[in-house]
């Protein structure tokens, strides 16, 4: 199976600044079927991005989604209080799918 | 609005047999997509389970496969999942989802399934 590597593992950062999350696949992942999602406490993920660059329904623009490969990288360009929670990658291009273990963005 | 509810045990003892239904409104699930189950380990990350259409086509997590049975059932709108012979890492939040070639944007809410004695 296909395992996703995100780092960092915790990044701190403050409202308005900008953050990268990176997602790095053991394989090739085919036709850029990644995704990203986010995760607050207690709460289902939520899709953000699909297609490693295609933001979903309703996610600001401010998310956006690049790479291919097995390198991908989110970029939220200026962070607003409520984009504070766990991110998380997935592959969906090989089965089974899998997801990265997550990168938690915190308040600095 | 596409809406999925768990429903179920939420302590199960060990060796025995985790069962969750979920109940899907707002759409039928008859119409197509695959639905399926998720986890999540207390602190930890996502792990699909496996998923099923609605003719009974199935995906498994081949991690898990030996112990999984998913099924659907067209009529009450709803499919469920039972996983055999569980352990404390079975512990997990079980989230089921709708799946759309691989990806997921409809989750339910979660529910705590704790394997304990």
């Known amino acids: 199976e296909i395992v996703l590597t995100q780092s960092p593992g915790t990044l701190s950062l403050s409202p308005g600044e900008r953050a990268t999350l990176s997602c790095r696949a053991s394989?090739?992942?085919?036709?850029?079927?990644l995704a990203w999602y986010q995760q607050k406490p207690g709460q289902a993920p939520r899709l953000l991005i699909f297609?490693?660059?295609n933001r979903a329904t309703g996610i600001p623009d401010r998310f956006s989604g690049s790479g291919s490969g097995t390198d991908f990288t989110l970029t939220i360009s200026r962070l607003e209080p409520e984009d504070f929670a766990v991110y998380y990658c997935?592959?969906?291009?090989?089965?089974?799918?899998?997801f990265g273990q997550g990168t938690k963005l915190e308040i600095k | 609005q596409v809406q999925l509810q768990e429903s179920g045990p939420g302590l199960v003892k060990p060796s025995e047999t985790l069962s969750l239904t979920c109940a899907v409104s707002?759409?039928?699930?008859?119409?197509?997509?695959?639905w399926g189950w998720i986890r999540q380990p207390p602190g930890k990350g996502l792990e699909w389970i496996g998923s099923?259409?609605?003719?009974?086509?199935?995906y498994y997590n081949p991690s898990l496969k030996s112990r999984v049975t998913l099924s659907v059932d067209t009529s009450k709108n709803q499919f469920s999942l039972k996983l055999s012979s569980v352990t404390a890492a079975d512990t997990a939040v079980y989230f089921c989802?709708?799946?759309?070639?691989?990806?997921?944007?409809?989750w339910g809410q979660g529910t705590l399934v704790t394997v304990s004695s």
């Open positions: 989802a709708r799946r759309d070639n691989g990806l997921v944007a409809y």
């Open positions: 707002g759409y039928s699930i008859s119409s197509g997509y695959s």
């Open positions: 099923i259409n609605h003719i009974g086509s199935i």
């Open positions: 997935q592959q969906y291009g090989r089965s089974p799918d899998t």
């Open positions: 394989q090739s992942v085919s036709s850029s079927y």
């Open positions: 297609g490693a660059s």
